[in-house]
């Protein structure tokens, strides 16, 4: 096999990965934006302050650990702050460093979104596998590159 080439296992393993990736974070979002007026992005993103210590991130920190663009993340932030869930917080030692701080209100949005989202991902997702799958499933999926990044913060 040259280095072009995939093989048939490993190409329907990948389409397979996409589409049921696509398919679950798709309905996942919809159902976040329809009981609590998330979508999964925002969701993600308090979710990674909620966890970090003082619940505050630098903004670039953000970006990577949800995978956008520092162009993505500003807008994805700036709607955040427009519903009083996040804030913008300077650093006192270097005045380039930007923090996004989950507020109360965004705090208070997570613990309520919470619960739904993981009975959404037990249904969607870990009622598909017997326990045994879903353990084999995790180690396969960790051996990918970057599987472990952000893997702290709970969904």
């Given amino acids: 096999m040259t280095t072009q080439e995939v093989s048939e296992p490993t190409q329907v393993a990948w389409l397979r990965f996409l589409r049921a990736h696509a398919a679950i974070t798709r309905e996942l979002s919809s159902r976040l934006e329809a009981l609590h007026e998330l979508t999964l992005s925002d969701y993600d993103v308090l979710v990674q302050l909620y966890f970090a210590p003082e619940r505050r991130m630098r903004r670039i920190d953000i970006a990577r650990s949800v995978l956008l663009t520092a162009s993505g993340i500003t807008r994805l932030l700036d709607g955040l702050e427009g519903c009083g869930l996040v804030e913008k917080a300077r650093c006192d030692s270097d005045a380039r460093v930007t923090y996004a701080v989950l507020t109360d209100a965004g705090v208070k949005k997570v613990e309520e979104a919470r619960d739904s989202h993981l009975a959404d991902i037990e249904e969607l997702f870990g009622a598909q596998f017997e326990p045994k799958e879903r353990r084999q499933l995790a180690e396969?999926?960790?051996?990918?590159?970057?599987?472990?990044t952000s893997e702290a913060c709970s969904p």
């Fill in 140 to 148: 396969l999926l960790g051996r990918l590159p970057l599987a472990h």
